[in-house]
């Protein structure tokens, strides 16, 4: 990844203008600490600021980037995978690097803002053109890269990769739209990603062929090892990301980066001492023989870390930030490795209905509109999470469930196929693991292709999140929580962790602008708001304060509910803020109490 | 290199303090970027925090690190070279890492403070005998690591790697001495390093090459230890060259070779086109080094000044000129993967480098002046070596400040470090001769015996016209006129040193932090004591410096780059075109004297 920061339109150009924007894109640096480059055109308007972290042609990429006369200008974030097929497909051009961003100058240059739909990969950009003065700025389809759009007193439009660097010169900002361009002629936004499946109403009827779906993972998988720069892959033993390591380790042999980097696939793994992610990942790894670094983490290691999550992270949604700790913790090892570059398993939950509340989805009709809901939300949760979480130590996350061509693919076959279906022995993502099942050449073990996986911040060992729960509860007192409506009338948190989490969030991010950027709304288990209908039992326990919905722990949760949750009397699965209780989600199917 | 903080006697044991200690060692993580360690003891009034940088054993070296019954902790920045053999001295100690830090721990344990005289290498660190809660901070002898000390309201003493982790929670501070210890028992600090040529008498040793070549290439072999991958920064001058060759002579038997390649990785930077650059690949062909030069605008460096002021703490005007291209470069080294390098500083001061030493009057004179630029080198060329780099997680090593070299070099008989043009010496004679090894040559002749140009000059001379210039678009004559008040101490004397200063306050606007930079007179980077060597020089200390442009001339075809200036300015009226040095001709000067 890089940091990109943008001003357009400012009137100011003084020395004091440029060492401000120096100040405000070193703030990103952590996400390119390998080079910065600023480029300044006071005719044009305009100031683009960049922060590399160089996987593609080290040596000569420094941004911001040219097409061959030098009047477009581009400063980008992201991977454009198919910039090979663009070049060839474009007429002759004369290119200043081998970087894959400096396409998209070119092909500006060629189509004009149509350039932004040919993509094919992660990418935030903002491209300037100095023959009229005008400017795009776009960000991928699904949001895995980051963006901000904000605007100054003096009539100035921001744009940068995370909120802190503009957060304190725009008097108002927000959340750059996933799959939009915002452009200058039009003065604003528009959504340019319109792929088949967005529309909410059209259920889609393609039937359900295990091989096509393999083959359009593998392709997925196959693109993002472009790299020149090692690499790795994410494993924590589930079901999602053992395949991206079973076909990422099936096809680095045939890659170019193999050559360079070695054969042999490294993975890693995070998680407190004996944990249920390291012995999952452990086997997973030994399966496919990959190069496998375990990493573990005390409780207090990631105590000590939360305030620095939630700096880099942006939010203080609960389950984001449970989740990001280990991946924030475990990066800084992997970077510390020299890896610039890991494939990680995000999006497959989304696309597949992989969440254990879909179990309860009335019809497919239902479950599809929400897979969609959920895939919508990404840049919002396991987006942000994956990518600013790596960023924060400058490495990149690359996830293939996330290809567009894939989602095409997966989001067209018959959700009746998506249906968890008990009494056909049907799981969750059955038709993921179904796509995979080739026993004459297996990628996977089948009782690991076919088990249930507790999900990130429960596998990296239980007493994570109860020590969150304890830490918080030192923390905060009873007092603060009754008076949490008041304190924090938007988004009010209504645990203690919840209150602990949006205090340091506040304390980085003070504006009213920012806490504005953290989704919020009532959920179960992860599910968008909608799908709380799903079940009578969660649709008519909505208070905030969740007691009556602590039945649902109690027998989803065999064991305890923390010190921490049962003083407070907050906890609860659904909540007004989207904090579900991670403890009961990795068993809520198996008591049956539950239904 | 690594970042550590450590509060001792801290009254506040609270959750918050704890977090407080946190964000302030996160101001230290650029120079530790692979893991950070807290520990936490005497029931919270004890804080060590460390954040690493993994050079020696990577996968589980992280700090603070203990004794065998975790009674004693230590919290180090640094590199102990000679950490097998006292493994190997010691009476036997389970290890907990293969760090070559934790024997510090283990030796404390069996001698007390005494360790900190065995230890051969470069460190700072803080260590904590919970046994009598007592504490013990020290940092090596020259000062290749940086150190400070600071006092807290609440009575707790601060140590800290740099001055950002403690400015904002110290009512005072300072620089750490190089070579002391400071001891929780005693109550203060005392100096522990005592060499032979800390006293008055002027050494007699004969000059002996071969002893002096081996010393160098033990030092250097010495650095050689890692387990990740290194490279040498190479400008093409005498001392980088050296350490270029030798460490490209030993890479093949080195045991690392197996792990890294057995070519060397050499790094340049430059504007592009600079003396630095052609002299570097030169020298780089020559030895078949692995060669990667980088160039930076002028305009990017300007864009950088400010971060390397946060960085390297200081408003002194060369190290600021000569930190920028460094901090630069070494961005671009760690972006390679790279996380050590072998540097070339120290050699100027041990052997009389500086032209100005061609004017030494007398051996005494030249030894004590080189005594005085050793002991100075803390505040100069280690600050900027050791702070440029760990800006970025890069550890540079400099073999010339290896403790045995360093005694071998400074008992030498004076006399033979005397430029004697007639016989053909030149600055740093004897080390060159010491290397000219026919049969088996280190450098072509050419190079070991050329003179090479100050490192802000060879990275292009545009570097330093572009910051004048830069400068001087922000500093009104108005502002210089009142310099004086505005900052009484150390008062800038030029456009350049007052914009400097400028960024120094918004980053440092502390009393405690303008005081660890050093002033008072300098020419051409001499001690004060060196001006009385020439009476022209003496007599012209005016802070523009006019009368003294005069010296240079003859030294240089064109002007001089050896401005007499204050030390916090350079001489602001001096031609705009810049000077090129006369190989071999400095010595002319005599013409002028």
């Given at each position: 990844m890089c940091g990109i920061l943008a001003?357009?339109?400012?009137?100011?150009?003084?020395?004091?203008?440029?060492?401000?924007i120096l100040e405000l894109s070193r703030r990103l640096r952590h996400r390119g600490p390998d080079w910065s480059g600023l480029f300044?055109?006071?005719?044009?308007?305009?100031?683009l600021s960049h922060e590399r972290l160089a996987?593609?042609?080290?040596?000569?990429g420094d941004q911001p980037?040219?097409?061959?006369?030098?009047?477009?200008?581009?400063a980008v974030n992201?991977?454009?995978?198919?910039?090979?097929?663009?070049?060839?497909?474009?007429?002759?051009?004369?290119?200043?690097?081998?970087?894959?961003?400096?396409?998209?100058?070119?092909?500006?240059?060629?189509?004009?803002?149509?350039?932004?739909?040919?993509?094919?990969?992660?990418?935030s950009?903002?491209?300037?053109?100095?023959?009229?003065?005008?400017?795009?700025?776009?960000?991928?389809?699904?949001?895995?890269?980051?963006?901000?759009?904000?605007?100054?007193?003096?009539?100035?439009?921001?744009?940068a990769s995370e909120?802190k660097a503009?957060?304190?010169?725009?008097?108002?900002?927000?959340?750059?739209?996933?799959?939009?361009?915002?452009?200058?002629?039009?003065?604003?936004?528009?959504?340019?990603?319109?792929?088949?499946?967005?529309?909410?109403?059209?259920?889609?009827?393609?039937?359900?062929?295990?091989?096509?779906?393999?083959?359009?993972?593998?392709?997925?998988?196959?693109?993002?090892?472009?790299?020149?720069?090692?690499?790795?892959?994410?494993?924590?033993?589930?079901?999602?990301?053992?395949?991206?390591?079973?076909?990422?380790?099936?096809?680095?042999?045939?890659?170019?980066?193999?050559?360079?980097?070695?054969?042999?696939?490294?993975?890693?793994?995070?998680?407190?001492?004996?944990?249920?992610?390291?012995?999952?990942?452990?086997?997973?790894?030994?399966?496919?023989?990959?190069?496998?670094?375990?990493?573990?983490?005390?409780?207090?290691?990631?105590?000590?870390?939360?305030?620095?999550?939630?700096?880099?992270?942006?939010?203080?949604?609960?389950?984001?930030?449970?989740?990001?700790?280990?991946?924030?913790?475990?990066?800084?090892?992997?970077?510390?490795?020299?890896?610039?570059?890991?494939?990680?398993?995000?999006?497959?939950?989304?696309?597949?209905?992989?969440?254990?509340?879909?179990?309860?989805?009335?019809?497919?009709?239902?479950?599809?509109?929400?897979?969609?809901?959920?895939?919508?939300?990404?840049?919002?949760?396991?987006?942000?999470?994956?990518?600013?979480?790596?960023s924060a130590?400058g490495?990149e996350?690359?996830?293939?469930?996330?290809?567009?061509?894939?989602?095409?693919?997966?989001?067209?076959?018959?959700?009746?196929?998506?249906?968890?279906?008990?009494?056909?022995?049907?799981?969750?993502?059955?038709?993921?693991?179904?796509?995979?099942?080739?026993?004459?050449?297996?990628?996977?073990?089948?009782?690991?292709?076919?088990?249930?996986?507790?999900?990130?911040?429960?596998?990296?060992?239980?007493?994570?999140?109860?020590?969150?729960?304890?830490?918080?509860?030192?923390?905060?007192?009873?007092?603060?929580?009754?008076?949490?409506?008041?304190?924090?009338?938007?988004?009010?948190?209504?645990?203690?962790?919840?209150?602990?989490?949006?205090?340091?969030?506040?304390?980085?991010?003070?504006?009213?602008?920012?806490?504005?950027?953290?989704?919020?709304?009532?959920?179960?288990?992860?599910?968008?708001?909608?799908?709380?209908?799903?079940?009578?039992?969660?649709?008519?326990?909505?208070?905030?304060?969740?007691?009556?919905?602590?039945?649902?722990?109690?027998?989803?949760?065999?064991?305890?509910?923390?010190?921490?949750?049962?003083?407070?009397?907050?906890?609860?699965?659904?909540?007004?803020?989207?904090?579900?209780?991670?403890?009961?989600?990795?068993?809520?199917?198996?008591?049956?109490?539950?239904? | 290199?690594?970042?550590?903080?450590?509060?001792?006697?801290?009254?506040?044991?609270?959750?918050?303090?704890?977090?407080?200690?946190?964000?302030?060692?996160?101001?230290?993580?650029?120079?530790?970027?692979?893991?950070?360690?807290?520990?936490?003891?005497?029931?919270?009034?004890?804080?060590?925090?460390?954040?690493?940088?993994?050079?020696?054993?990577?996968?589980?070296?992280?700090?603070?690190?203990?004794?065998?019954?975790?009674?004693?902790?230590?919290?180090?920045?640094?590199?102990?070279?000679?950490?097998?053999?006292?493994?190997?001295?010691?009476?036997?100690?389970?290890?907990?890492?293969?760090?070559?830090?934790?024997?510090?721990?283990?030796?404390?344990?069996?001698?007390?403070?005494?360790?900190?005289?065995?230890?051969?290498?470069?460190?700072?660190?803080?260590?904590?005998?919970?046994?009598?809660?007592?504490?013990?901070?020290?940092?090596?002898?020259?000062?290749?690591?940086?150190?400070?000390?600071?006092?807290?309201?609440?009575?707790?003493?601060?140590?800290?790697?740099?001055?950002?982790?403690?400015?904002?929670?110290?009512?005072?501070?300072?620089?750490?001495?190089?070579?002391?210890?400071?001891?929780?028992?005693?109550?203060?600090?005392?100096?522990?390093?005592?060499?032979?040529?800390?006293?008055?008498?002027?050494?007699?040793?004969?000059?002996?090459?071969?002893?002096?070549?081996?010393?160098?290439?033990?030092?250097?072999?010495?650095?050689?230890?890692?387990?990740?991958?290194?490279?040498?920064?190479?400008?093409?001058?005498?001392?980088?060259?050296?350490?270029?060759?030798?460490?490209?002579?030993?890479?093949?038997?080195?045991?690392?070779?197996?792990?890294?390649?057995?070519?060397?990785?050499?790094?340049?930077?430059?504007?592009?086109?600079?003396?630095?650059?052609?002299?570097?690949?030169?020298?780089?062909?020559?030895?078949?080094?692995?060669?990667?030069?980088?160039?930076?605008?002028?305009?990017e460096?300007?864009d950088a000044?400010?971060d390397?002021?946060?960085?390297?703490?200081?408003?002194?005007?060369?190290?600021?000129?000569?930190?920028?291209?460094?901090?630069?470069?070494?961005r671009?080294?760690?972006a390679?993967?790279?996380?050590?390098?072998?540097?070339?500083?120290?050699?100027?001061?041990?052997?009389?480098?500086?032209?100005?030493?061609?004017?030494?009057?007398?051996?005494?004179?030249?030894?004590?002046?080189?005594?005085?630029?050793?002991?100075?080198?803390?505040?100069?060329?280690?600050?900027?070596?050791?702070?440029?780099?760990?800006?970025w997680?890069?550890?540079?090593?400099?073999?010339?400040?290896?403790?045995?070299?360093?005694?071998?070099?400074?008992?030498?008989?004076?006399?033979?470090?005397?430029?004697?043009?007639?016989?053909?010496?030149?600055?740093?004679?004897?080390?060159?001769?010491?290397?000219?090894?026919?049969?088996?040559?280190?450098?072509?002749?050419?190079?070991?015996?050329?003179?090479?140009?100050?490192?802000?000059?060879?990275?292009?001379?545009?570097?330093?016209?572009?910051?004048?210039?830069?400068?001087?678009?922000?500093?009104?004559?108005?502002?210089?006129?009142?310099?004086?008040?505005?900052?009484?101490?150390?008062?800038?004397?030029?456009?350049?040193?007052?914009?400097?200063?400028?960024?120094?306050?918004?980053?440092?606007?502390?009393?405690?932090?303008?005081?660890?930079?050093?002033?008072?007179?300098?020419?051409?980077?001499?001690?004060?004591?060196?001006?009385?060597?020439?009476?022209?020089?003496?007599?012209?200390?005016?802070?523009?410096?006019?009368?003294?442009?005069?010296?240079?001339?003859?030294?240089?075809?064109?002007?001089?780059?050896?401005?007499?200036?204050?030390?916090?300015?350079?001489?602001?009226?001096?031609?705009?075109?810049?000077?090129?040095?006369?190989?071999?001709?400095?010595?002319?000067?005599?013409?002028?004297?």
């Amino acid at each position: 990844m890089c940091g990109i920061l943008a001003v357009l339109g400012s009137h100011d150009y003084s020395p004091a203008k440029r060492a401000r924007i120096l100040e405000l894109s070193r703030r990103l640096r952590h996400r390119g600490p390998d080079w910065s480059g600023l480029f300044v055109d006071e005719e044009a308007g305009c100031y683009l600021s960049h922060e590399r972290l160089a996987i593609i042609d080290p040596t000569s990429g420094d941004q911001p980037l040219y097409n061959g006369s030098k009047n477009i200008v581009v400063a980008v974030n992201g991977e454009i995978y198919n910039h090979e097929a663009l070049k060839k497909s474009m007429k002759e051009h004369h290119y200043h690097t081998h970087s894959d961003c400096e396409v998209i100058a070119h092909l500006y240059e060629d189509v004009g803002e149509e350039a932004v739909g040919m993509l094919d990969g992660m990418f935030s950009f903002v491209l300037v053109d100095l023959r009229d003065k005008s400017f795009i700025a776009a960000r991928d389809p699904i949001g895995i890269t980051p963006l901000y759009l904000g605007w100054g007193n003096d009539g100035a439009v921001y744009f940068a990769s995370e909120m802190k660097a503009l957060k304190d010169d725009c008097e108002r900002f927000e959340i750059f739209p996933p799959g939009h361009i915002y452009s200058s002629k039009s003065g604003g936004l528009r959504r340019y990603f319109n792929p088949a499946w967005y529309s909410e109403t059209v259920i889609p009827s393609t039937p359900y062929d295990p091989a096509v779906l393999r083959t359009a993972f593998e392709k997925a998988v196959m693109k993002r090892l472009m790299t020149d720069v090692p690499f790795g892959v994410l494993l924590s033993g589930g079901l999602d990301s053992s395949l991206v390591a079973a076909v990422a380790s099936r096809q680095l042999a045939q890659t170019e980066a193999a050559n360079v980097w070695g054969a042999q696939l490294h993975t890693f793994s995070v998680g407190l001492k004996g944990s249920p992610d390291l012995r999952a990942a452990k086997e997973v790894a030994d399966y496919l023989k990959t190069k496998h670094h375990e990493f573990t983490f005390t409780v207090q290691d990631g105590l000590d870390a939360i305030s620095d999550v939630i700096y880099h992270t942006e939010t203080y949604d609960v389950t984001t930030i449970r989740a990001s700790t280990p991946m924030f913790l475990m990066t800084r090892k992997i970077k510390a490795l020299g890896v610039k570059m890991v494939l990680s398993g995000e999006g497959s939950d989304e696309i597949f209905g992989g969440y254990l509340y879909f179990h309860k989805a009335p019809s497919k009709e239902e479950l599809h509109k929400e897979t969609i809901r959920k895939i919508k939300a990404l840049y919002l949760y396991d987006c942000l999470r994956a990518n600013k979480s790596t960023s924060a130590w400058g490495l990149e996350a690359r996830v293939p469930f996330l290809d567009k061509d894939f989602m095409s693919v997966a989001m067209a076959i018959d959700p009746a196929e998506k249906m968890v279906r008990k009494d056909k022995g049907r799981i969750e993502k059955w038709i993921m693991r179904r796509a995979f099942d080739t026993p004459e050449n297996p990628y996977l073990p089948k009782h690991i292709l076919y088990r249930q996986k507790e999900q990130f911040s429960d596998g990296v060992g239980y007493s994570w999140i109860d020590g969150l729960k304890a830490h918080a509860a030192h923390q905060v007192t009873d007092r603060m929580l009754k008076n949490a409506k008041h304190m924090y009338p938007y988004n009010t948190p209504n645990t203690k962790e919840a209150y602990f989490y949006r205090m340091e969030f506040e304390k980085h991010f003070p504006q009213e602008s920012a806490r504005m950027t953290v989704p919020g709304g009532p959920s179960i288990a992860c599910s968008t708001a909608a799908a709380i209908a799903w079940d009578k039992a969660w649709a008519d326990n909505l208070d905030p304060s969740g007691r009556a919905a602590l039945g649902v722990h109690d027998s989803a949760y065999p064991d305890t509910i923390t010190p921490a949750a049962t003083q407070s009397g907050h906890e609860n699965a659904i909540s007004a803020n989207g904090f579900s209780n991670n403890p009961m989600l990795s068993n809520i199917l198996k008591p049956q109490g539950v239904y | 290199m690594c970042g550590i903080l450590a509060v001792l006697g801290s009254y506040d044991k609270s959750a918050a303090r704890r977090a407080r200690i946190l964000e302030c060692s996160r101001r230290l993580r650029h120079r530790g970027p692979d893991w950070s360690g807290l520990w936490v003891g005497d029931g919270g009034g004890c804080y060590l925090a460390h954040e690493r940088l993994a050079i020696i054993d990577p996968a589980s070296g992280d700090q603070p690190l203990f004794n065998e019954t975790k009674e004693i902790v230590v919290a180090v920045n640094g590199e102990i070279y000679n950490h097998e053999l006292l493994k190997a001295e010691m009476q036997k100690h389970n290890y907990h890492t293969q760090s070559d830090c934790e024997v510090i721990a283990h030796l404390y344990e069996e001698i007390g403070e005494a360790v900190v005289n065995k230890l051969d290498g470069m460190f700072s660190f803080v260590l904590y005998d919970t046994r009598d809660q007592s504490f013990i901070a020290a940092r090596d002898p020259i000062g290749i690591t940086p150190l400070y000390l600071g006092w807290g309201l609440d009575g707790s003493v601060w140590f800290a790697s740099e001055m950002k982790a403690l400015k904002d929670d110290c009512e005072r501070f300072e620089e750490f001495p190089p070579g002391h210890i400071y001891s929780s028992k005693q109550g203060g600090l005392r100096r522990y390093y005592n060499p032979p040529w800390f006293t008055d008498i002027i050494p007699s040793e004969p000059y002996d090459p071969l002893t002096l070549r081996h010393a160098f290439e033990k030092a250097v072999i010495k650095r050689m230890m890692t387990d990740v991958p290194f490279g040498v920064l190479l400008s093409g001058g005498l001392d980088s060259s050296l350490v270029a060759a030798v460490a490209s002579r030993h890479l093949a038997n080195n045991k690392d070779s197996d792990k890294w390649g057995n070519k060397l990785h050499s790094f340049c930077v430059g504007l592009k086109g600079s003396p630095d650059l052609r002299a570097a690949k030169e020298v780089a062909d020559y030895l078949g080094t692995h060669h990667h030069e980088f160039y930076f605008t002028v305009q990017e460096g300007l864009d950088a000044l400010s971060d390397v002021i946060y960085h390297i703490e200081t408003y002194d005007v060369t190290t600021i000129r000569a930190s920028t291209p460094m901090f630069l470069m070494s961005r671009k080294i760690k972006a390679l993967g790279v996380k050590m390098v072998i540097s070339g500083e120290g050699s100027d001061e041990i052997f009389g480098g500086y032209l100005y030493f061609h004017k030494a009057p007398n051996k005494e004179e030249l030894h004590r002046e080189t005594c005085r630029k050793i002991k100075a080198l803390h505040l100069y060329d280690c600050l900027r070596a050791n702070k440029s780099t760990s800006a970025w997680g890069v550890e540079a090593r400099v073999p010339f400040l290896d403790k045995d070299f360093i005694d071998l070099a400074m008992s030498i008989d004076p006399a033979e470090k005397m430029v004697q043009l007639k016989e053909g010496r030149i600055e740093k004679y004897i080390l060159r001769k010491a290397f000219d090894d026919k049969d088996d040559p280190f450098l072509p002749q050419h190079i070991l015996f050329r003179q090479k140009e100050q490192f802000s000059d060879g990275v292009g001379y545009s570097w330093i016209d572009g910051l004048k210039d830069h400068a001087a678009s922000h500093v009104t004559d108005l502002m210089m006129a009142n310099a004086v008040h505005v900052y009484p101490h150390n008062t800038p004397g030029t456009k350049e040193a007052y914009y400097y200063r400028m960024l120094f306050e918004k980053h440092f606007p502390q009393q405690s932090a303008r005081f660890t930079v050093p002033g008072g007179p300098s020419v051409a980077c001499s001690t004060a004591a060196a001006i009385a060597w020439d009476k022209a020089w003496s007599n012209n200390l005016d802070p523009s410096g006019r009368a003294a442009s005069g010296v240079h001339v003859a030294a240089y075809t064109e002007e001089s780059p050896v401005e007499v200036t204050d030390i916090n300015g350079s001489v602001e009226e001096s031609p705009k075109k810049k000077p090129k040095l006369v190989d071999g001709n400095a010595l002319e000067v005599s013409a002028l004297a």
